[in-house]
């Protein structure tokens, strides 16, 4: 089972929910999952894009109204 760690970015326009997030990812060992909390809709475009550029999985993402979280498996 992998831990799961959160990120509160609400409130956070871009690019720092982004940068919140990278800098969380370097304190996480492989495996282990992210949940981000935002409330800047770009986030659910930037963090997908993130990801795949520095592999991490990106395993869902959930919006009700303006809150969206976004979960992210840490890959390396």
Do not use: Y
Not at 24 to 36: E, R, Y
Not at 51 to 69: S, Y
Request: overall charge positive.
């Amino acid at each position: 089972m992998s831990r799961l760690e959160t990120l509160d970015t609400r409130g956070l326009l871009c690019p720092l929910p982004v940068i919140r997030t990278q800098d969380k990812i370097k304190t996480l060992a492989a495996g282990m999952l992210l949940d981000v909390f935002a409330t800047d809709p770009g986030t659910l475009h930037d963090i997908p894009a993130w990801c795949r550029v520095h592999g991490h999985e990106l395993v869902e993402t959930e919006r009700e109204g303006r809150d969206i979280r976004i979960r992210v498996r840490v890959c390396k």
